[in-house]
Each structure stands twice: as C-alpha cells, then as structure tokens.
C-alpha cells in the first residue's frame, strides 16, 4: 500500500519562508508531486521531483529524499494569495497517490 | 491549449437516484483520464482511472462506475446514491507518459440528501 503524512495546518505572516513537510510510505515510487488547492478550487500542478534534490520554480522551491523517503515544499516571501491547501502526491504505475494536504494560512 | 470541461458545477440528488457526471477534454490525444473524490476538507482519493479508451482502473470498491466511450470523454456513474457519495468530484487528465503532472477541471459538488 501507499501513504502519506503531511502537518494538517500550517501558520505564517506575509514576507516569511514556510516548509512543509511530506513523508511516505510506498511501493513503486517514481516521484514525488506537489499541488495546490485555494478553497472551493480545483487542485494545480506547482512542481515534480523524479531525482534527489532541490527544483525552484520561482518562489517555490521542492525537495526529495529518496533515501529518507522525505520531501519538501519551501514558499518564500510569503503573500496572502498563498493561503491555500497543498497537497504532496507520490507518482506511482499509472496514477498518482495524494497526501492528505496542508492547509497554510497566511496572516498580514 | 488544452482544456477539460466537467458538468454540472453543483448537483443535489435524493438518495437512491441516479447520477451521470460528465467530463471532457480538448486539445490534447490520448490523454490518462482521472476520477478523484474530496470529502469537506479532505484530501483527494482516486476512484478511477483510465489509460485508454475503454480501458478503467477501479481503486475504491463502491457503488460507482466509469466509463470511457471516447479517447476525451470521462463519465462517472452511479445506479443508486448513498448519503456517503456526497462530496467534490475532480476530473483530471495527463499526457500519457507524464502520470505526475495531472490538469484538473472545475469540479463537481454533488450534495446526496
């Protein structure tokens, strides 16, 4: 089977960094995904990591860990349109196996 | 570009009836088509998935069903809803050998009553 653990919430002021954190169980790992989701919205792709290490895209930034079965989102220079739900999700055969998401809420 | 259609937005069924959600999507061939449920404030759990055009993958044993008629067409089915089957249904799609970036559409809030 599969799992997946995230922190349920997560508090920050605008302007400040934010990390949260995934870890997980798994058969037949490809890489590790991470999408966000504002309330009432659908989910959208933020970014992919297949290999170790860092991928930045823009303020966002991933990490991986497969050895640690661990990865990262990093949000830098907070803003309030941040505030939403974000989601990790493990690339298995085929599909995609979600966490159970991160609600952020981003305070002025 | 491409584009994925889910209808409707909203639905309010009785217990017992049935129900037909529909998804589309243009612009792209071939696509692996998704079914996912969200619970209020929950995470997202597939129901199905498709790699072709008849061709589906159940993962939670339910009183649902899907079908693909068409390379772009998704529908999600059920013969008799349960008070359990209400929630927001996702429709997604990705190219087919990029599983991990998904493209999901509007969405679906079914409230069973």
């Known amino acids: 089977g599969q799992s997946l653990e995230q922190p349920s919430e997560v508090t920050a002021v605008e302007g400040a960094i934010v990390q949260i954190n995934c870890t997980y169980q798994t058969s037949g790992f490809y890489g590790l995904s991470w999408y966000q989701q504002h309330d009432g919205g659908a989910p959208t792709f933020l970014s992919y990591n297949g290999l170790d290490g860092l991928e930045e895209t823009g303020r966002f930034s991933s990490f991986l860990s497969r050895s640690d079965s661990y990865g990262y989102l990093l949000l830098q220079e907070l803003q309030m349109k941040d505030s939403a739900s974000y989601f990790c999700?493990?690339?298995?055969?085929?599909?995609?196996?979600f966490g159970t998401g991160t609600r952020l809420l981003v305070s002025p | 570009s491409q584009t994925i259609h889910q209808w409707p937005a909203t639905l309010v069924q009785p217990v017992g009836s049935p129900l037909s959600l529909e998804c589309t999507v243009e612009?792209?061939?071939?696509?692996?088509l998704y079914w996912y449920r969200q619970a209020a404030g929950r995470g997202l759990q597939l129901l199905f998935y498709s790699v072709g055009i008849g061709q589906i993958s159940s993962e939670v044993p339910q009183n649902l069903s899907a079908s693909r008629p068409q390379d772009r067409q998704f529908i999600l089915s059920s013969k008799k809803l349960l008070l359990s089957d209400s929630g927001f249904y996702l429709c997604a799609w990705s190219i087919s050998t990029g599983v991990d970036e998904q493209y999901f559409g509007p969405g679906t809030r079914l409230t069973v009553t």
């Open positions: 999700a493990v690339t298995g055969f085929q599909k995609l196996v």
């Open positions: 612009g792209t061939s071939n696509p692996n």
